[in-house]
């Protein structure tokens, strides 16, 4: 499973995605001050861009 979450989370980083909203995805606390206090990501607007790349991702795997 670690290396399925390595691929997942490498993909959405090469595409675009904050890698502080890829630390929330995959359930890690935020390291920096700012990221674990201020950052607060628009969640409606990144779920369409997440979900199309994980479809993006699957039909690349299978």
């Known amino acids: 499973m670690g290396y399925c979450r390595k691929i ?21 606390i935020p390291k920096t001050v700012f990221a674990r206090h201020y950052f607060r ?3 409606d607007k990144n779920t369409e861009r997440v979900r199309n790349l994980v479809e993006a991702l699957m039909t690349q795997i299978v």
Do not use: H
Not at 8 to 28: C, V
């Open 8 to 28: 997942f989370s490498t993909y959405l980083r090469m595409n675009g995605i904050e890698s502080e909203l890829i630390d929330l995805l995959q359930g890690r």
């Open 41 to 43: 990501p628009d969640f």
